[in-house]
């Protein structure tokens, strides 16, 4: 375990350095200046170049990666264009936000997924019937969309939970709850689909194994081969798919949190990027490869607690 | 114009626009829109406002003017105030007048007023200050005008005098503008200090603590403050909020207090049971960039654009839209603006205009490029709206869509678009042609207008109100005669006020209502 722990913290070097230049030259690509977007329509071109020197703007792409890689080096991931706030401060204020997001969205997903896939599987009939076909709407409507219906519907109409906004755990934690229901809602309904969706299909395949048959005739409750043996058999394939959609949900929460105006890293490289805040888009994209490999590592490794077999010695 | 995030809406809060609104000296008769006034009202607790874009910047030397100005105008006072209704009142500068053909202002700084650093306010804070707002390189910087000489007399007095006449000075130095926002001494030895700390003499300083960076910035009352009776709240709040949907939530359930509402939730507002308040802002039309016929030779014949204007079905454009906030525009100006001459304009007239387009030599039409985006104009609608009209009289319109401001601003500067469809601002017609003869967006090949140009010389050097409003006029209806722009509606700024919330009022002169103002009469307040 601790083989693959390092192996994959190599890896994530790699990856990291892979990203950020695409990040770099992809945002190089993309229309507009950032000193004309500072500056203004009427900003004169000698102002415009005063400040694109200023930024560093003029310097070649390289030159501009390379200086921004040297100071990732020594932890400094540079500063916002617009509000000179350093980057770090600014991912480290908003990773709360889309932490909680992503966590209990994953919880949730992990949960009511696998929970409703399992049930359905076991009893069969009809609740097999509607996931089956409810799998197929919840991969299709957009988090977007079912975010929008759930502040008309809840937030609006019906005044349970805030529209917008989000509340800090350490001033009141039911506060935060209260504000996360909503969005965590709109980010996990397709996800709770998928899973729920693949766990019926695992465990309607381990039911049929003859080791279940032989399980029931030597009397062990039917609980129990539930709970110890078709749930950890058919978690394994659900897993890989809980990983993906976690990663997945991850572009969702983007639209989420602009819906939603949650202050997290969604609403903040969405404005970094068509703004052309460089240093906050690639320390963003910084930390979305790092979760993604994070993400990654945990379930490879819940693999190993769930099969043995496929422990790395 | 400068550009906040700001971004469709997904960008505009990214890239809302700030946008010159232009003043003339004294208010003009305008249809003013207002929220009554309470017979009783609550001081203290939080304001919370909304506003679609993050700011361009917490240094008011680089910041954005019109509606963005609530990041910067909370923390600096201006020399001068502009109210609701567009009129102007004392702030900083207790009495101002201009002179000497309107190229000499001299400003009279009031006693007893601090920074928030703790150096007091005088005539010579106030020069370093501009000066430094002029060499800052920030957008707005031009708005200072044509300066020759800041001079500084006394202690309280401080005389600008210009190269060229500048009547508009005074408007240009309220609290929209950066160079009119009064920077602290110690703001302007570290000007990268302003962006996590304010200096002024504002009502509120900023609370970086209490602020998240492009989320929500918090403004806390200043203590020292020079009139406390104008203070009508502890707190005010700014929250970005770009989302249409998002705004129309957050307003309707109270979350925010004020929000800027686009007229497709409008009606959701109000029906929820919050006051709306509307007031002109762009006039949109086509700008026919190329009267010299460099790219489209057609251009250059006074017939074919007189015939362009002339085919725009500005009635159907109007109800197609959201009738309730837009209205058909024959002229430049929006209603209510200085210079706006009632009844008339370009008629909708298809007869007309085919006859013009053959007496040009144009009996068939011909092929026109037009650069457009769809931020502003979201999902181009007012672009097809034009270019169907523009196919009615055979021309043949190409449009090419730009997907961010400065995209479109890049494009529109390039000199490879003979026209270009992108909202004008103003509150005077002398302002409002000024995009159409000093080079730059909507003049990127820097032509130049004789006629335009004289009368614009007369009205900036009328000395009255009443002069100045007939040279307007007159410049209205050389515009047109002209045919720079053909111009198509004029849309309004439309915001949602919280239950609780009155006296905010808006108008042609001024729409984009601020929270504060140096005279409580003036200031928006919490009923009990």
Avoid at chain 1, 7 to 24: G, P, W, Y
Avoid at chain 2, 110 to 123: I, M, N, Q, S, Y
Avoid at chain 2, 429 to 448: I, K, L, R
């Amino acid at each position: 375990m601790v083989r693959l722990i390092v192996t994959r913290l190599l890896l994530s070097v790699v990856l990291i350095v892979i990203s950020s230049i695409a990040i770099f030259f992809l945002m190089s690509l993309v229309p507009g200046d950032p000193a004309r977007t500072i500056l203004g329509a009427n900003a004169t071109p000698d102002s415009i170049e005063r400040l694109r020197q200023q930024l560093g703007l003029n310097q070649p792409l390289l030159s501009q990666y390379a200086s921004w890689l040297g100071g990732v080096v020594r932890g400094d991931f540079g500063e916002s264009v617009f509000s000179g706030d350093p980057v770090v401060k600014l991912i480290l204020a908003r990773v709360p936000v889309t932490l909680s997001l992503m966590l209990l969205s994953t919880l949730v997903i992990a949960v009511l997924g696998t929970g409703l896939g399992l049930l359905s599987a076991v009893r069969g009939g009809a609740l097999g019937r509607f996931l089956d076909a409810i799998s197929l709407v919840g991969l299709a409507l957009p988090s977007y969309w079912v975010a929008i219906l759930l502040v008309a519907l809840f937030a609006v109409a019906i005044r349970i939970f805030p529209a917008t906004g989000y509340i800090q755990f350490a001033d009141n934690p039911g506060g935060w709850l209260l504000s996360l229901i909503l969005p965590v809602a709109a980010l996990s309904l397709g996800g709770v689909t998928i899973v729920a969706k693949q766990m019926r299909d695992s465990a309607m395949d381990v039911l049929a194994r003859d080791y279940i048959r032989v399980l029931r005739a030597t009397g062990v409750r039917e609980r129990s081969i539930v709970l110890k043996h078709v749930l950890r058999n058919a978690s394994l394939p659900s897993l890989t798919v809980l990983g993906l959609t976690v990663v997945g949900a991850l572009t969702g929460a983007v639209f989420v949190e602009n819906v939603f105006v949650l202050p997290g890293l969604g609403t903040m490289v969405t404005q970094a990027t068509t703004s052309h805040d460089l240093p906050v888009v690639l320390g963003v994209g910084v930390f979305f490869t790092l979760f993604v490999i994070i993400v990654n590592l945990v379930i490879d490794l819940l693999y190993g607690v769930l099969n043995p077999k496929v422990r790395v010695r | 114009m400068s550009a906040s995030h700001r971004p469709a809406w997904q960008t505009a809060l990214v890239a809302v626009t700030t946008l010159a609104v232009a003043f003339g000296a004294t208010a003009c008769s305008s249809a003013s829109s207002s929220t009554d006034s309470a017979s009783t009202s609550s001081k203290g607790g939080t304001l919370t406002t909304q506003f679609a874009g993050v700011p361009i910047s917490l240094n008011p030397a680089l910041g954005g003017s019109g509606g963005s100005a609530i990041f910067t105008s909370l923390p600096y006072d201006s020399l001068i105030y502009q109210t609701g209704d567009g009129k102007l009142i004392p702030d900083l500068a207790t009495k101002w007048a201009l002179s000497d053909g309107n190229t000499k202002l001299t400003l009279t700084i009031r006693k007893g007023v601090t920074f928030t650093d703790g150096a007091k306010l005088d005539a010579a804070a106030v020069k370093a200050s501009i000066e430094y707002m002029m060499k800052a390189g920030g957008g707005d910087a031009r708005y200072a005008g044509p300066v020759d000489t800041i001079a500084t007399p006394d202690a309280d007095t401080v005389v600008i005098t210009y190269k060229s006449a500048y009547p508009d000075a005074p408007y240009y130095l309220s609290q929209y503008w950066s160079v009119g926002q009064i920077i602290g001494p110690k703001g302007l030895a570290d000007p990268k200090g302003l962006l996590t700390a304010s200096d002024g003499t504002g009502q509120y300083t900023y609370s970086a603590s209490d602020s998240v960076s492009g989320s929500s910035y918090t403004f806390v009352r200043n203590k020292k403050y020079f009139n406390p009776d104008a203070q009508q709240f502890d707190k005010v709040v700014v929250k970005v909020i770009g989302d249409p949907s998002a705004v129309s939530s957050a307003v309707t359930t109270g979350q925010v207090d004020f929000a800027g509402v686009s007229p497709t939730t409008a009606a959701t507002v109000k029906a929820a049971g919050l006051k709306l308040v509307a007031a002109p802002f762009f006039t949109w039309g086509l700008t026919l960039a190329d009267t010299e016929g460099t790219l489209s030779p057609a251009l250059a014949n006074a017939d074919v654009r007189q015939a362009i204007a002339l085919a725009i079905d500005r009635d159907a454009l109007a109800s197609a839209l959201s009738a309730d906030y837009t209205q058909p525009n024959g002229q430049m100006g929006a209603k209510g603006t200085d210079g706006h001459v009632a009844n008339y304009g370009f008629e909708y007239d298809v007869k007309k205009a085919k006859s013009l387009l053959a007496k040009g030599g144009y009996p068939d039409g011909f092929e026109l490029t037009v650069l457009t985006e769809n931020i502003l104009d979201s999902q181009t609608t007012i672009s097809q709206a034009i270019a169907g009209d523009l196919g009615k009289i055979g021309i043949k319109v190409n449009l090419v869509v730009k997907n961010s401001v400065p995209d479109f601003i890049q494009g529109a500067l390039s000199k490879q678009f003979p026209a270009l469809i992108w909202p004008v601002v103003g509150t005077n017609s002398a302002q409002v042609v000024t995009n159409f003869t000093q080079p730059g967006v909507t003049n990127p090949f820097g032509n130049t207008y004789e006629s335009l140009n004289s009368l614009y010389a007369a009205a900036q050097s009328s000395t009255s109100a009443s002069a100045r409003t007939a040279a307007y006029e007159k410049l209205t209806k050389a515009a047109n005669d002209a045919g720079v722009f053909a111009p198509a509606i004029s849309t309004e700024n439309v915001f949602a006020i919280g239950k609780t919330i009155t006296n905010v009022r808006a108008s042609a002169l001024n729409p984009n209502p601020l929270p504060q103002a140096p005279d409580a009469k003036y200031a928006w307040k919490r009923t009990k």
